[in-house]
């Protein structure tokens, strides 16, 4: 049953009840939610284990047991990771986590905070700066109630046979990207790019079908890239290329069908009231990874600051080709950038 479909059940037992005397005007008036929240990672995930489980039990504690949210890990709603922005729009689900990068084109505003040298490698600083920028985002968002926005520590090279210490290393590769600009800085490299959800890494590079991926260090466990990774490659001084940008979000209707005092206990639970919370979260997640690479005696690389200086002037390149591109759409690229570069530089001094 449905949100709309259980909030108009209880509401009619209520009617009922009142009218025949058995409960009194308060309670009768009181409902109950269920939640639907779907996801596309497995329930061993620092996503599932340690946000979303934790996140569902404080509102439904917040709420005195009135609002249940029911998680459906593993794309086990059916549909793939790229139709969650569809469900929670639709109201297939009521809530759903997704990653920003599934749905191209969709986020044209908030995808500037994805961009190599504007998020500068802490999850921290650039959820607080997604959640404070939420007005100039918004036009990203009508279809939908976003609960809040962050992001991971951000994207490094795994590679599964080559090991990569300079910047011509790269060139040839085939690299998972997690998200179209993602691809640009990979075809800057030289490299190819393939578009996979994250979840298809490991099958993608046991077979072969790619020499590694771009992504991050939180991720190692669950999918256990430990076994698959020889190396990895980052930028010094904890910078990374870019980042991804992940939602939970609820479907609007859904939203605005709740009573005020469950809407409270929903936004106590979202946006800034949460952001410096989930951001830290997710910067904590990446120790388990470099733990996991390090007992599997994976090398971890680190580019000198002379091979640095080659990949940020490619990275460069990438945003001016972001803000061309979205300028030609009428939206205001390179006031996008200034903005997420001051919201993200303000959130560290914080």
Request: net charge negative.
């Amino acid at each position: 049953m449905n949100l709309k479909a259980k909030l108009r059940g209880t509401l009619a037992a209520a009617t009922i009840a009142a009218i025949s005397g058995t409960v009194t005007a308060t309670s009768a008036f009181a409902q109950d939610v269920t939640l639907i929240l779907h996801h596309f990672l497995p329930p061993v995930s620092n996503a599932h284990k340690v946000m979303l489980e934790p996140w569902a039990e404080k509102v439904k504690a917040d709420s005195d047991g009135r609002i249940e949210v029911q998680i459906y890990p593993s794309m086990s709603m059916g549909g793939k990771p790229g139709e969650l922005y569809g469900q929670v729009r639709d109201g297939t689900a009521d809530v759903v986590w997704t990653l920003l990068g599934y749905t191209p084109g969709v986020f044209p505003r908030t995808e500037v905070f994805e961009l190599p040298t504007v998020h500068k490698g802490s999850a921290t600083d650039t959820t607080i700066a997604l959640n404070a920028s939420m007005d100039m985002l918004a036009e990203d968002f009508e279809d939908i109630h976003v609960l809040f926005l962050h992001a991971n520590d951000g994207n490094l090279i795994h590679s599964g046979g080559k090991e990569v210490t300079t910047f011509e290393d790269v060139a040839g590769m085939k690299l998972r990207t997690p998200s179209r600009t993602g691809a640009w800085l990979i075809e800057a490299l030289g490299a190819e790019p393939v578009s996979l959800p994250v979840p298809a890494v490991p099958e993608a590079m046991s077979k072969g079908v790619i020499d590694g991926a771009m992504t991050t260090y939180e991720i190692v466990p669950s999918l256990k890239l430990q076994e698959l990774d020889k190396y990895t490659a980052e930028l010094p001084n904890g910078d990374r290329f870019g980042t991804a940008v992940f939602m939970l979000a609820m479907n609007k209707d859904v939203y605005d069908d709740l009573p005020n005092d469950l809407k409270a206990v929903i936004d106590a639970n979202s946006g800034m009231n949460v952001a410096a919370e989930i951001g830290t979260m997710w910067e904590d997640f990446e120790v388990a990874g470099t733990d996991a690479l390090d007992a599997a005696g994976v090398t971890r690389n680190v580019f000198s600051e002379e091979e640095a200086a080659k990949f940020y002037d490619v990275s460069e390149q990438v945003v001016a080709r972001w803000v061309d591109e979205v300028s030609a759409k009428g939206i205001d690229g390179a006031g996008l950038v200034d903005a997420a570069r001051a919201a993200i530089a303000a959130a560290h001094t914080e």
